[in-house]
């Protein structure tokens, strides 16, 4: 596989893990109006990314690439900032899912370019996927904050 995308997906990967972290210390942390809602869509968030973590990586090994698949390596790459052990308001917690979203979509454009470049469907195909669910989440996470 090119090393432009091994690299940008690994970058994802990577990512995507210190998200699966970040997403638990929202869903623990957030106070204020709208807890019950969002801490449920928050455990959903971070469910849906263990699964793209596993998708991810498993793509990887089916395109002989190699996964990011321990914390110092991904730490050492990801753009993602993480979040202290401290209280956070709910409001707060969507605009920083929003920024977060907003990366998910720009990143998953990026590698659907690469692979289409290298004319690899079926990483197109999958990161096609979660482009689409990333903005249906950012339409939301925007129409909640607008009342
Ligand atoms: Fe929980």
Known sequence: MPQDLQDKMNLYLANQEIMYIKLHNLHWYIQGKGFFTLHAKLE??????????????????????????????????????????????????????????????????????LAEDADDVGTADLFTGYLANYQKLLWMLRAYTSS
């Open 44 to 113: 959903e968030l971070y469910d849906q990314t263990a699964e793209v973590i596993d998708e991810v990586a498993e793509r990887l090994l089916a395109i002989s690439g190699k996964p990011i698949a321990n914390l110092k390596n991904a730490l050492a790459i990801a753009t993602v900032k993480e979040l202290e052990d401290e209280p956070v308001s709910s409001d707060s917690v969507v605009y920083k899912l929003i920024s977060d979203v907003e990366y998910w979509i720009q990143d998953s454009a990026e590698i659907i370019k």
